[in-house]
């Protein structure tokens, strides 16, 4: 074991230890409280927006649910800020995770996934953006998982985190109108979630064909690899 994978454990050890710390010892364990939230959050202007991106960012970050954030968000500061921030906070998370896996703990999730990260690698190095979206439109699938695995593999981090941003927007849409209670008319709220989900997972099927095409275009010798290279730069 060389000096720099002793390094990498250590910092990525304390940091696991530092973030349970801060979970346990701090009002951050108790964050999808109602109470949490309006004591440290409703009403407390600039202050209780960066407490919730923190908290939201950080708690994304470790594997909880974005969608628990969106909920909270929505019952915080409402549907539309309460969308924007969620998102934030979810991308955050998305970004913090995929840095720690690229930088601190690429020997542990190589050695823990080999298999998925293999496949993850293939999948996203193509065309990072749009596979992204696709990953983040079809409600499946481990989300701190695949922000690990994205960040030992070739994808670039702003393609990622990019597309991760834009296909978290539905679902966290869809949350934060459930969780802003009574602000918005209950068979409003029913209706505009079901069009979302709908649409999102259409968006998603329609990604998933395009990008399936693709290669049976290409395995056919139907297109040149070259020009399937030149159409993605061009998308980017």
């Not at 530092?18 to 951050?28: D, E």
């Not at 991106?53 to 470790?62: E, N, P, S, Y």
């Not at 998305?94 to 840095?99: D, K, N």
């Not at 399936?212 to 275009?217: E, G, P, V, Y």
Request: glycine letters at 12%; one cysteine or more; a positive charge.
């Amino acid at each position: 074991m060389t000096p720099r994978i002793v390094l990498r454990s250590v910092l990525m050890f304390a940091l696991l230890i530092g973030i349970g710390a801060a979970i346990k010892l701090t009002p951050l364990g108790s964050m999808l409280d109602e109470g949490w939230i309006d004591t440290y959050v409703r009403g407390e202007g600039v202050r209780g927006e960066l407490i919730f991106l923190a908290a939201g960012g950080l708690f994304t970050a470790v594997g909880l649910p974005r969608q628990a954030v969106a909920f909270m968000a929505g019952y915080a500061f409402g549907v539309a800020f309460g969308t924007v921030i969620s998102v934030a906070a979810a991308t955050l998370g998305c970004l913090t995770t995929f840095l720690v896996a690229r930088f601190l703990a690429r020997d542990l999730v190589t050695h823990k996934f080999p298999d998925k990260l293999k496949r993850m690698d293939a999948f996203l190095s193509e065309n990072t953006f749009t596979t992204t979206l696709l990953i983040r439109f079809l409600p499946i699938g481990s989300n701190v998982l695949t922000n690990m695995l994205a960040g030992v593999s070739r994808a670039h981090a702003v393609p990622f985190v990019g597309g991760s941003a834009i296909g978290y927007i539905p679902q966290m849409l869809i949350f934060a109108l459930v969780g802003s209670g009574f602000a918005v008319e209950p068979g409003a709220r029913l209706v505009v979630s079901v069009v979302l989900f709908a649409a999102s997972g259409a968006l998603g099927v329609w990604l998933y064909r395009r990008y399936r095409d693709s290669h049976r275009l290409r395995n056919a010798g139907v297109i040149d690899a070259e020009d399937v290279g030149a159409s993605e730069v061009a998308e980017k």
